[in-house]
Each structure stands twice: as C-alpha cells, then as structure tokens.
C-alpha cells in the first residue's frame, strides 16, 4: 500500500493496471478496520501477477482529490483501471467481496 496525494496520482495510475483509491480519515474506525483486508487483497493479487496497488488516500490532507471524487462517506473505495473509475464501495467489505470485483478487472470483460 502506499499513500496517495496529488503529486503522484497520475503516476501511480499510469503505472498500475489496477488502483484501489482507498479514502479514509485517521478518526474514521471503518477505516482502520479495512486496512488489513485491503492489504491482504493487495498482496494476492500481487501474487498471481497482477499489477495492482492499494492506494492510501486521506480525506484530511487531500481535499483536493476527495472533491474530485466526490467522497462524501467513509471509507470510499474507488477502484480505477485505464485512468477510469470502474467501480465504487462504499462502507466495509470482506476480503473475498473485493477480490471477486478485482479478479474481474484482470479479466476480458472491461
């Protein structure tokens, strides 16, 4: 996982395949809660040779992208492929719910 700002954005898209935008604030337990399992979906998809990455973004320190997402509930994760958004979560979600999203993003069919 790494931290998201407005500064590496754009590179962090154009180098992944897949990136997990995952929008998040320090009081925000949900949040915390949802770090291991998105580090746990990170690392197999990793491992099966994808090239995807979870990226930490806080609604605190980067308004800016939060605006442009239209985050208005935490956590938010937006998962982008190709610079376009795909698919939105909202709320917590369980390891397995998010690896079936992802293995369709590796698939033909977007």
């Known amino acids: 996982m790494i931290e998201i700002t407005e500064q590496n954005y754009e590179e962090t ?10 929008f998040y604030a320090d009081w925000c337990g ?7 399992v998105l580090a746990r979906v990170e690392a197999t998809a990793q491992e ?20 442009k997402f239209g985050v208005s509930a935490l956590p938010t994760l937006v ?4 610079d376009k958004e795909v698919h939105r979560h909202l709320g917590m979600s369980s ?16």
């Open 48 to 67: 099966q040779g994808h090239s995807m990455v979870v990226g930490k973004v806080n609604t605190g320190e980067q308004v800016d992208l939060s605006v």
């Open 95 to 110: 390891a397995s719910e998010l690896s079936d999203v992802i293995d369709g993003f590796f698939s033909d069919e977007i």
């Open 13 to 22: 898209v154009r180098d992944n395949e897949v990136v997990i935008l995952d």
């Open 79 to 82: 998962f982008i492929k190709g």
């Open 30 to 36: 949900p949040c915390k809660a949802m770090t291991p």
